[in-house]
């Protein structure tokens, strides 16, 4: 039972690059999230999925899409990676979108942008 | 102003003392308190939780939550160097996880 798994672990790319960001849960979730951490600032919503085939903007979705590829996985994509966009991501997930319902945390990815 | 307020540190205590970590937040609307754990390079990972008001004790730990005054404590006793870590406090309305509003966190540092 490995949780939230999330790669890679660093990532350095020029600005104007692309990449994506996987992860994926084994915990039979249907709520998944993308956060982004950054000095000073706490945890900040980009996309979440309520439930399979549903997504929806976050607090700070500029710059980044998502795929809710299945009830496992969850990827965002950075189309053209900026400078802006150096930071730690942490993909979660919880049972439902509502309620207390705890959120499970992946390793995170430490991106930097040049 | 932020919606919610913790301060950064870092909090630096010498082992087995008592350990108070507090946010402040400004939205009256907030039922849900949850305190995380962060410890370096890791994700956060729910430490513990309490609905509304009172207090709620795990063990060595305690949350407290006072809705009059939009304020929150985490309070660990015995403290231990394990306990070295980044506290964030997380909020939220009823029936919405997926709004949960983080305070920026509190690195905490134990002494042996």
């Known amino acids: 039972n490995a949780g939230v798994t999330q790669t890679p672990k660093f990532q350095v790319l020029k600005t104007g690059q692309s990449m994506t960001l996987q992860c994926a849960q084994d915990?039979?979730?249907?709520?998944m999230y993308w956060y982004r951490q950054d000095p000073g600032m706490g945890l900040r919503l980009i996309y979440y999925?309520?439930?399979?085939?549903?997504?929806d903007k976050g607090e700070v979705p500029n710059g980044y899409n998502v795929s809710r590829l299945n009830k496992r996985e969850f990827s965002l994509r950075l189309e053209s990676a900026a400078p802006s966009q150096t930071s730690v991501y942490f993909c979660?997930?919880?049972?439902?979108?509502?309620?207390?319902?705890?959120?499970?945390f992946g390793p995170g990815t430490r991106l930097t942008v040049t | 102003q932020k919606e919610v307020e913790q301060d950064p540190g870092p909090l630096s205590v010498p082992e087995g003392a008592i350990v108070s970590l507090n946010c402040t937040y400004s939205?009256?609307?907030?039922?849900?308190f949850m305190w995380y754990r962060q410890y370096s390079r890791k994700g956060p990972e729910l430490l513990m939780y309490?609905?509304s008001s009172g207090n709620k004790e795990d063990g060595r730990f305690t949350a407290q939550v006072d809705k009059s005054s939009k304020y929150i404590s985490l309070f660990i006793r015995d403290s231990q160097p394990s306990d070295s870590a980044t506290y964030l406090c997380?909020?939220?309305?009823?029936?919405?996880?997926?709004?949960?509003?983080w305070g920026a966190g509190t690195k905490l540092i134990i002494k042996p």
């Open positions: 997380a909020m939220s309305e009823w029936d919405s996880n997926y709004q949960l509003i």
């Open positions: 939205n009256s609307a907030f039922q849900y």
């Open positions: 915990m039979n979730h249907n709520s």
């Open positions: 309490t609905y």
């Open positions: 999925s309520a439930s399979e085939g549903t997504t």
């Open positions: 979660a997930s919880s049972e439902s979108s509502s309620g207390p319902y705890e959120q499970y």
